[in-house]
């Protein structure tokens, strides 16, 4: 037997709901970077048209919907102050529009999950929008060092517990 006659099919690891539901917020507020139109209308079509394909994709039953809202429309609620947090973590000469769309996309949705959604430990939000970033072929060094840095701002207290 040689290396043509195995073939090892891999198959996708089922994701959990919140994971499914980061992605689909990642590709939701991407997409609203290019489609002007209301939100709850752009919302109610996605969660009618496009979730059940999204959680298939993802090898889940359904996509958690209540923490899509929420990080969806916490985003939008807080898109300046987000913003906001990228740039002044930026280094001096860089602006939030030299930034990729997906770049600054898994950074707003990651960002506002760290400030407003704090029942995940900072640690998972990080891993989650880094494995997002990598599959979606972003600078990983670049979104971690971001992550990190409006974590330690945004979560001091939980922070400085994993470093000790």
């Known amino acids: 037997m040689n290396d043509d006659d195995i073939r090892i099919q891999k198959y ?7 994971s499914a539901a980061r992605i689909a917020s990642v ?5 609203r970077l290019f489609v002007e139109a209301e939100l709850e209308v752009t919302l109610a079509d996605y969660l009618e048209f496009y979730a059940i394909d999204v959680a298939k994709e993802m090898h889940v039953q359904e996509i958690d919907i209540f923490y899509f809202q929420q990080l969806v429309l916490s985003c939008e609620t807080n898109r300046m102050t987000l913003e906001d947090l990228i740039s ?4 001096f000469g860089w ?3 030299r930034l990729s769309k997906a770049d600054f996309t898994i950074l707003l949705v990651a960002i506002c999950e ?8 900072a640690k998972v939000v990080i891993a989650e929008y880094i494995a997002i970033a990598d599959a979606y072929n972003c600078d990983v060094g670049f979104i971690n060092a971001i992550l990190d840095k409006n974590a330690k701002s945004l979560r001091p207290d939980e922070t400085l517990r994993s470093t000790k």
């Open 95 to 97: 602006s939030v529009k």
């Open 27 to 31: 590709q939701f507020i991407f997409q």
């Open 114 to 121: 760290l400030k407003h959604l704090i029942k995940t430990p």
């Open 88 to 91: 002044s973590s930026l280094s």
């Open 12 to 18: 996708p690891v089922p994701m959990r709901r919140k």
